[in-house]
């Protein structure tokens, strides 16, 4: 018997933490949010992924309460939202910045919210000493913000914005000003402290691997709308347009007319160029337009032309890019489409069979590639 999947959209029994139902935000002749109706779960980690200005800020105040929607309700709990104001929300936000107070104590920050509230002293204690052993900041507890590493703000803050207990977290960028390493460790501390207290959490972020990372399901935006909500392997493997293809990790586009032909499709794309060979759980007809979405590493590249491959070009290598463990190269065919390849570095960089300008031939399953129509 394995672990429950931890998958509660996909039950008919349970009802969502929070819905957005019909939601429109618009800021003067410009919507920020465009009719959206989506569902969140208890205990979620949710990100809300796409380029600046795609809404997702919005959609994030709006759960704070510090914008409305002009159109559509917010429920938290079955409870429509709106005429909560923020601070009497089971909601919290974290923000970027930390706006940790540099004159208080990590002891007294993360006390901070409870004390307002007026609770009582053994409570608080209790309960601030909980948050300090979470976040792993007990030797810390005296020490002002400025005594303290950048990470260890992060996790102050995060202490804090969880001492209340809120029923929802908004993490908005939260990880934006650590580098690249930090980054990394904290993805894996959010997730352990996300699940270790199972509260919901929703963040905000531009940073395609870390929402693949830390989420329980990513919703792609773009122009005030989800385009996919769906579990980070899906989202990579299954993507449903051309636009979360490209927008998640790398990705070739091959565009064409596809053609049924048997159990799958014929492709024709680019003068010169082989019929290629997809098979879809969507259904095109004949010489319909089509886009099939490739993963590089999923592409093979071989000096010579390899036998009995379903899908099998010859190009040029025109750029490689140097990954450590694997190497990229772009290899460009010869009406111009370039078709990313990757390979394990499995040998020393002198003994490698390719390099610049090398004639090549890249091949693929039938189902190696996404055929998308849009």
Same mark, same amino acid.
Not at 123 to 139: F, S, Y
């Given at each position: 018997m394995g672990e429950k999947v931890f998958e509660p959209w996909n039950d008919p029994n349970e009802s969502p933490l929070i819905q957005f139902k019909n939601v429109t935000k618009r800021f003067g002749d410009f919507t920020a949010i465009d009719n959206q109706s989506f569902d969140i779960y208890a205990k979620e980690f949710f990100a809300l992924l796409g380029p600046s200005g795609c809404g997702k800020t919005t959609l994030m105040r709006m759960l704070a309460g510090f914008e409305t929607p002009t159109e559509g309700t917010i429920l938290l709990g079955g409870q429509d939202i !709106?005429? +909560? &104001?923020?601070?009497?929300? !089971?909601?919290? @936000?974290m923000f970027q910045s930390y706006a940790l107070f540099p004159h208080l104590s990590v002891w007294e920050n993360i006390a901070?919210? /409870? %004390?307002?509230?007026? %609770? &009582?002293? &053994?409570? +608080?204690? !209790?309960?601030?000493?909980? @948050?300090? *052993?979470?976040?792993? /900041?007990?030797?810390? !507890?005296?020490? *002002? &913000?400025h005594q303290i590493s950048g990470g260890q703000r992060q996790r102050v803050a995060l202490a804090r914005s969880l001492a209340k207990a809120p029923k929802l977290l908004l993490l908005d960028e939260p990880l934006g000003a650590l580098d690249a390493k930090l980054r990394q460790d904290t993805q894996f501390e959010l997730m352990d402290i996300q699940e270790k207290t199972g509260t919901t959490f929703v963040i905000v972020t531009h940073d395609q691997e870390e929402a693949m990372t830390v989420a329980s399901r990513v919703a792609v935006m773009d122009h005030g709308k989800i385009i996919q909500a769906d579990t980070p392997p899906r989202i990579y493997e299954m993507p449903n347009s051309v636009y979360v293809a490209d927008f998640i990790g790398d990705v070739t586009i091959i565009t064409g007319t596809a053609t049924p032909q048997g159990d799958g499709y014929d492709i024709t794309f680019g003068e010169g160029q082989p019929t290629l060979r997809a098979k879809s759980d969507r259904s095109f007809t004949r010489d319909q337009i089509c886009h099939l979405a490739i993963r590089p590493e999923k592409v093979a590249i071989s000096a010579d032309k390899p036998e009995g491959a379903a899908n099998a070009v010859q190009g040029k290598i025109l750029d490689i890019a140097y990954l450590g463990n694997l190497s990229t190269y772009h290899v460009e065919l010869s009406n111009g489409q370039i078709v990313k390849a990757q390979a394990a570095n499995t040998r020393r960089l002198s003994a490698r069979p390719f390099t610049w300008e090398d004639d090549v031939w890249l091949s693929w399953t039938e189902t190696a590639g996404v055929l998308l129509e849009s």
């Open positions: !709106a005429p +909560i &104001p923020p601070n009497k929300r !089971a909601v919290n @936000m901070f919210g /409870l %004390k307002r509230d007026g %609770k &009582p002293k &053994p409570e +608080i204690d !209790a309960r601030v000493d909980e @948050m300090l *052993k979470l976040t792993r /900041l007990e030797k810390f !507890a005296k020490r *002002k &913000p």
